[in-house]
């Protein structure tokens, strides 16, 4: 069941990135007929930033939460003062597509997975243990 779930996330994907292309050709088309010529190139930019986050994020929060583990660092929702981080005491699911689950995936990858990766030490990323070996 989770294979037919992913795959129509990833159509779902699909689809948009049509939408995308076809509401980015439609903005570009009203930007050039109602702004001064040598302000289009910037708000043409600007937009695509705009509409590939929305598609891009849109997207995420279809997919199924992924699981951080016990004791990285995550994001909770916004606060008065901004966003602040907790330590996860449990593996903890994030949503990916809000802003404080891609923070937290960011997070996730900078300060965890990627210097295992670069250390070589997967053994542990890979689910195998000394017992195993």
């Known amino acids: 069941m989770g294979y037919l779930r992913d795959m129509e996330a ?7 990135s049509i939408t995308r292309f076809r509401v980015t050709e439609n903005l570009f088309r009203d930007i050039k007929s109602s702004i001064p010529y040598d302000s289009i190139d910037k708000a043409v930019k600007n937009i695509g930033v705009v509409v590939n986050s929305f598609v891009i994020n849109s997207w ?9 583990p016990k004791g990285a660092r995550i994001y909770c929702d916004k606060t008065a003062g901004g966003s602040s981080t907790v330590t996860a005491v449990a593996d903890t699911p994030i949503q990916l597509g809000t802003t404080s689950g891609n923070l937290s995936f960011k997070e996730f990858m900078e ?3 990627i210097p295992k990766l670069k250390s070589g030490d997967t053994r542990e990323l890979l689910g195998v243990t000394d017992a195993a070996l």
């Open 10 to 16: 990833l159509l779902t994907g699909y689809r948009e």
């Open 60 to 68: 995420l929060r279809r997919l199924q939460p992924m699981i951080v």
């Open 111 to 113: 300060r965890v997975l």
